[in-house]
Antibody
Framework: QVQLVESGGGLVKPGGSLRLSCAASGFTFGDYYMTWVRQAPGKGLEWISYITGAGGTIHYADSVKGRFTISRVNAKDSLYLQMTGLTPDDTAVYYC???????????WGQGTLVTVSS | SYVLTQSPSVSVAPGQTARITCGGNNIGVKSVHWYQQKPGQAPALVVFDDSDRPSGIPERFSGSNSGNTATLTITRVEAGDEADYYCQVWDNSGDHPSYVFGTGTKVTVL
């Protein structure tokens, strides 16, 4: 069965950096677009970034462009999100999900909490 | 940028029908996907491409999309349907594509 497991969240000071990981299993990872979505406490869902299966096309939301970098290593069935220049507004649960392009997000991980605070 | 508007809350008695709307400019030409999120859990896809259901989703969940409004309908509502529901579309009308989520609707089962 499809599984997505995020890790790497935690408490970080404003201006700091963090790298999130998402380990995938149960499907041919390299065949799928992958996406990061976040949810601030008590708020709705916000798309962050997606990457195509081979990694050749990447897009970011304006709110994170220039600060976050999405990447993947298909040989390791893993998706990453490198976050720099973090601000309190980046405090959220970060979810990885399978899907992108013009399709839905059909599987989601359980999320990892990132808290940006001094 | 493209905006999706949902009513903040819907209350429904068990066994009745809940209708959750998602408004967007000419949304009828886009594919709309719907997610259910129960407290403390990740979102889960319940309807994709306007009206299709993933395997395992009951027939009680259905979707439609036309004009400026997409609708998720839950018939014979059960206590377990209490959750937040989000619509979502892919917007490729600008310089770069983006994914837009609705503001979310909290469904309360009375």
């Amino acid at each position: 069965q499809v599984q997505l497991v995020e890790s790497g969240g935690g408490l970080v000071k404003p201006g700091g950096s963090l790298r999130l990981s998402c380990a995938a299993s149960g499907f041919t990872f390299g065949d799928y677009y992958m996406t990061w979505v976040r949810q601030a406490p008590g708020k709705g869902l916000e798309w962050i970034s997606y990457i195509t299966g081979a990694g050749g096309t990447i897009h970011y939301a304006d709110s994170v462009k220039g600060r976050f970098t999405i990447s993947r290593v298909n040989a390791k069935d893993s998706l990453y999100l490198q976050m720099t220049g973090l601000t309190p507004d980046d405090t959220a649960v970060y979810y990885c999900s399978r899907g992108g392009g013009d399709s839905d997000f059909d599987y989601w991980g359980q999320g990892t909490l990132v808290t940006v605070s001094s | 940028s493209y905006v999706l508007t949902q009513s903040p809350s819907v209350s429904v008695a068990p066994g009745q029908t809940a209708r959750i709307t998602c408004g967007g400019n000419n949304i009828g030409v886009k594919s709309v996907h719907w997610y259910q999120q129960k407290p403390g859990q990740a979102p889960a896809l319940v309807v994709f491409d306007d009206s299709d259901r993933p395997s395992g989703i009951p027939e009680r969940f259905s979707g439609s999309n036309s004009g400026n409004t997409a609708t998720l309908t839950i018939t014979r509502v059960e206590a377990g349907d209490e959750a937040d529901y989000y619509c979502q579309v892919w917007d490729n009308s600008g310089d770069h594509p983006s994914y837009v989520f609705g503001t979310g609707t909290k469904v309360t089962v009375l």
